[in-house]
């Protein structure tokens, strides 16, 4: 597997504690919230029951699934309450002035769709 730039766009619009869901990237698509004026990036899939993550709660650090409520630390994906047990993916961000990537891990060994 390879890591490959996605480039998101300008999220300087992005206000702390939000959400913002980048549906196409990845395959479960990706969520990035600013906390503290820093971007955090996580795949939008609950690892408890591959449940969108999109429209979970936000709170500090903390995001809570809406369809259980298990819950998981944005800045590294590690499960901070039940039901979940597994960790979700964390994805790197690079800033640049105008723009946003994130580093999406591709399987070169799965065939293009």
Request: net charge negative; glycine share 8%.
């Amino acid at each position: 597997m390879t890591s490959e730039p996605v480039p998101l766009g300008d999220l300087s619009d992005l206000a702390d504690r939000e959400l913002r869901c980048f549906p196409d990237v990845g395959p479960h698509g990706v969520l990035v919230c600013r906390i503290d004026g820093r971007l955090h990036a996580v795949e939008n899939n609950c690892s408890h029951t591959n449940w969108s993550l999109a429209e979970g709660r936000l709170r500090g650090t903390t995001l809570t699934c809406p369809r259980h409520g298990a819950q998981f630390d944005v800045r590294d994906g590690s499960v901070t309450a039940p039901p979940a047990t597994e960790a979700i993916a964390t994805f790197e961000l690079e800033l640049w002035p105008d723009e946003t990537t994130v580093h999406v891990q591709i399987d070169r060994s799965m065939p293009s769709q």
